[in-house]
């Protein structure tokens, strides 16, 4: 069955980056987008944006330009989420989720990014 | 970028009793292929969200009849025609006709 395995938590200090990395198995990796959706704490969702696994195009939030990067590795069936100059409100649980016909069907167990000096 | 906004935003329900939720889009959710791209999804506690509705008003794989999901163009309601135990969390309505997507604030299922 379809599973995305994610990296675990991470602590890090303000201007730090964070990368978290969402492993696919169970299906062809190349068929699913894979979209970034993060939660703060007692939050709601909010989506950062979008990677196509077999070319590699992303698309992200404006709120997001310039800090995220997506990227995926093919040879393992594994995308990346990179967020750089950290700060506290990026403290959240980040969720990979892969998409078929626009559906988010299937969800990471999400990786909790604690920024905190 | 398109603004959902879901009422209310919490629901303290009897079990067996009915719950309604409703969703509004900023603009329009129906695209030039004739579907509308707006989704319903339920996050349980300390889970991911999952998918309930898809395209308004189509329930996903395994997802119980008392669910039902309609409207159209910009006004969308998800129903729960008796609320079991089972049915608590927070409610998300999301758009997806057009980046970036976006998900409602929120509505929280209580059982009384």
């Known amino acids: 069955q379809v599973q995305l395995v994610q990296s675990g938590a991470e602590v890090k200090k303000p201007g730090a980056s964070v990368k978290v990395s969402c492993k696919a198995s169970?299906?062809?990796?190349?068929?699913?987008?894979m979209h970034w959706v993060r939660q703060a704490p007692g939050q709601g969702l909010e989506w950062m944006g979008i990677?196509?696994?077999?070319?590699?195009?992303?698309s992200y939030a404006q709120k997001f330009q310039g800090r995220v990067t997506m990227t995926r590795d093919t040879s393992t069936s594994t995308v990346y989420m990179e967020l750089s100059s950290l700060r506290s409100e990026d403290t959240a649980v980040y969720y990979c989720?892969?998409?078929?016909?626009?559906?988010?069907?299937?969800w990471g167990q999400g990786t909790l990014v604690t920024v905190s000096s | 970028d398109i603004v959902m906004t879901q009422t209310p935003l919490s629901l303290s329900v009897t079990p067996g009793q009915p719950a309604s939720i409703s969703c509004k889009s900023s603009?329009?959710?129906?695209?030039?292929?004739?579907?509308?791209?707006l989704y319903w999804y339920l996050q349980k506690p300390g889970q991911p969200p999952q998918l309930l509705i898809y395209?308004?008003?189509n329930r996903f794989s395994g997802v119980p009849d008392r669910f039902s999901g309609s409207g159209s163009g910009t006004d969308f309601t998800l129903k729960i025609s008796r609320v079991e135990a089972e049915d608590v969390g927070v409610y998300y309505c999301?758009?997806?006709?057009?980046?970036?997507?976006?998900f409602g604030q929120g509505t929280k299922l209580e059982i009384k």
């Open positions: 989720a892969g998409e078929i016909a626009a559906r988010l069907l299937n």
């Open positions: 169970g299906y062809t990796f190349t068929i699913y987008y």
């Open positions: 990677i196509n696994p077999s070319g590699g195009s992303t």
């Open positions: 603009q329009s959710l129906l695209h030039s292929d004739g579907k509308t791209y």
């Open positions: 395209e308004v008003s």
């Open positions: 999301m758009q997806s006709i057009q980046p970036p997507y976006t």
